[in-house]
């Protein structure tokens, strides 16, 4: 199956900064979504971005299909984005499975 | 629409008991998954029903684990015995078919001692 590397994994803004998080797949994905886990472990999905960009409200998400990688932006963070954000990407043969990468941990400060 | 239903949310037990995990996922949604997720790790498949027949569960312990969907609706996960690497958060999942988005349920936190 795919690898899916995400970075980095650990960040810390101060409230109002502006941050990009990386997934990279080893292998092609026609499937590729973003999820934020929340303090309390509330799995939320945050885009299904198989190719092109995407926007919704501060966050947005970019995938660049043919060179295998995704970017998550956040802009003007707020103390509720802290949390884990994980990509998870499947192949055309996976039948909609995912694999997810690691996680990057994001802790906003006010 | 209501979300993905999971219960219980926590669950203490010793290990060789077994446990049983039951999910209700959108109502449509013809794809139902379960995932478990160690902590400090991703989540990773354990096995993928679309209606009520498997896809996937080539990574599902299956001495210990069992899983079934009977009328393509509700889902239990059952362990059996359990070990103590058994001790994770279950999630379960639900698309309105395959490669569609998820949306997960609030996962239930098995601790075995």
């Known amino acids: 199956g795919i690898q899916v590397e995400q970075s980095p994994p650990d960040l810390i803004l101060q409230e109002g900064a502006n941050s990009t998080l990386r997934c990279n797949f080893s292998d092609s994905v026609n499937n590729l979504q973003w999820f934020h886990q929340n303090p309390w472990g509330q799995l939320i999905n945050l885009f299904y971005i198989p190719s092109g960009t995407k926007q919704n409200g501060r966050l947005s998400a970019t995938t660049v299909a043919t060179e295998r990688y995704s970017l998550l932006y956040i802009s003007s963070s707020q103390t509720t984005d802290s949390g884990v954000y994980f990509c998870?990407?499947?192949?055309?043969?996976?039948?909609?499975?995912?694999?997810f990468g690691k996680g990057t941990k994001l802790s906003v400060k006010p | 629409e209501a979300g993905v239903a999971q219960s219980p949310r926590y669950k203490i037990i010793e290990k060789r008991q077994s446990v049983a995990f039951w999910c209700n996922p959108i109502s449509g949604h013809a794809t139902l998954y379960w995932y478990q997720q160690i902590l400090g790790q991703g989540p990773k498949l354990l096995i993928q029903f679309q209606n009520n027949g498997v896809v996937d569960d080539s990574q599902l312990p299956k001495d210990r684990f069992s899983a079934e969907r009977l009328k393509g609706v509700d889902s239990t996960l059952k362990i059996q015995p359990a070990k103590l690497e058994d001790s994770a958060v279950y999630l379960c999942?639900?698309?309105?078919?395959?490669?569609?988005?998820?949306?997960f349920g609030s996962g239930t936190r098995l601790t075995v001692v």
């Open positions: 998870a990407g499947g192949g055309p043969g996976s039948q909609g499975n995912l694999i």
């Open positions: 999942a639900s698309s309105l078919d395959r490669g569609g988005g998820y949306t």
